[in-house]
């Protein structure tokens, strides 16, 4: 027994055989800027939805708006972050993100549904000039063997952060709605606060993170690391076709799967609202136990998506996340079974978005920043289309969209997994089956 524990305490991998030393500051920016993003969106579609009732498609239009300049930022962004600082991208992102959050606060206040789709278009152009530079250095800071378990920490941190800020945002809002229903400026507050947040969140990671500092393995030496960026692009010239074939089968795929999740997701609140008849607050706090439980599970959740097979967990994922989704829409009725429900679809989104996030950062290593532009400008583009036309079938039936999206779900799963079979051979760093 003596000797087991002792054989496991020395499979405990070092922290700095998986990350470099300023990693921790890089995942530390995270919490500062998630703190919005929760509240943020929730006062939106409740806004829209609930207060100024609004049609399907005016609900819709924010997300597409926000995606929208995701995905203008997204052309660009990726070849700046492979040729000037991440950390400067990183700290304008912030900057902008805060700023679209007072453009938010002002939109309400003034009751202009015009102002919330031009702030909400800034942000997701903020967004993805913070997004992507910030993934690239957490792969750049990462050993390849811990990748998924580098963007678990990303992801507790970013429940942490909307944890925090779900707390303090409904606390304010609740107590102001109470005591001070009229006024307005101090209901949403909370929106400028955490504005105000990002701004300290990217002075911060300016001081904090040196980018020049990337992971290099200790069994490694430094010449193989240096021939490897040399020539990561390689394995794809052994076999072109198949590498282009299963380009297209994982960016279609990709494509489709963010119409889908598009489609379904800005009315799972309305949805929520209708099928649970609880005060708006009261779902917002039972939105809670989903979100600390996914922070609370998401480093673990990274150690294991380092350690299980890709293709049976992307299967998996999708096959359980089309059932869950189908519980919440058609027989939830109770508020703590909603929880429940919400656990395990974080659970199941979380792992599989681990599997894919490690397999993509693997792909190139010199173009790191360009990949992840790529897929993001894919996914944005799929997330403008999916709302707008979730929107127009959620008039004809507020359950269509859900059926659709569900279908679709299970549909892509060969495209998936075939993709990644195809290219896991031929990428610079191929995972482990």
Do not use: C
């Not at 509240?39 to 049609?55: A, H, K, L, R």
């Not at 606060?105 to 202009?112: D, F, G, L, V």
């Not at 040399?230 to 494509?255: E, N, Q, R």
């Not at 293709?311 to 829409?329: E, N, P």
Request: proline residues 5%; without cysteine.
């Amino acid at each position: 027994m003596q000797s087991n524990s002792k054989r496991f305490k020395k499979q405990s991998v070092p922290h700095s055989h998986k990350f470099t030393s300023d990693f921790d500051s890089v995942i530390f920016i995270v919490i500062w800027n998630a703190l919005g993003l929760f509240f943020v969106d929730f006062i939106m579609i409740y806004m829209i939805s609930q207060v100024w009732e609004g049609t399907g498609l005016a609900i819709g239009l924010f997300p597409a708006f926000l995606t929208f300049g995701g995905l203008i930022s997204s052309l660009f962004i990726g070849y700046l972050t492979d040729h000037i600082s991440k950390q400067k991208l990183v700290m304008i992102g912030s900057f902008g993100r805060g700023l679209s959050y007072f453009g938010l606060y002002a939109s309400i206040i003034m009751q202009s549904l015009p102002g919330i789709y031009t702030s909400s278009f800034l942000l997701g152009l903020g967004a993805m000039l913070f997004w992507i530079p910030l993934d690239t250095l957490i792969s750049d800071k990462s050993s390849k063997h811990h990748r998924s378990s580098a963007f678990g920490r990303r992801r507790f941190a970013l429940g942490i952060g909307q944890v925090i800020g779900t707390v303090v945002g409904f606390t304010i809002f609740g107590l102001a709605s109470y005591f001070t229903p009229d006024n307005v400026f101090l209901i949403f507050i909370a929106i400028p606060i955490f504005g105000l947040a990002n701004f300290y969140a990217g002075i911060r990671f300016s001081l904090t993170v040196d980018e020049n500092e990337k992971f290099q393995d200790p069994n490694e030496p430094i010449d193989e690391i240096d021939e490897l960026s040399d020539t990561d692009d390689t394995p794809s010239k052994k076999s072109p076709k198949l590498y282009i074939f299963g380009i297209v089968l994982l960016f279609f795929a990709l494509i489709l799967g963010a119409i889908n999740f598009g489609i379904y997701r800005p009315f799972i609140l309305p949805i929520v609202f209708a099928n649970l008849n609880e005060p708006a607050i009261l779902i917002s706090w039972f939105y809670l136990p989903a979100t600390i439980t996914s922070t609370l599970i998401a480093p673990k959740l990274g150690v294991i998506a380092d350690k299980i097979n890709p293709y049976i967990t992307l299967t998996i994922a999708s096959i359980l996340g089309g059932i869950v989704t189908w519980i919440i829409v058609f027989f939830t009725r109770n508020i703590w079974v909603f929880s429940l429900l919400l656990i395990i679809d974080n659970t199941i989104m979380l792992t599989a978005g681990f599997v894919f996030i490690n397999f993509l950062s693997r792909v190139s290593i010199k173009h790191r920043g360009k990949i992840f532009g790529l897929i993001t400008s894919f996914d944005s583009l799929g997330m403008i289309i999916g709302p707008i036309l979730g929107g127009l079938v959620y008039e004809i039936s507020r359950s269509t969209p859900f059926i659709i999206s569900i279908l679709v779900e299970w549909a892509l799963i060969p495209f998936f997994v075939f993709g990644i079979w195809i290219l896991n051979p031929r990428v610079v760093e191929s995972l482990e089956e």
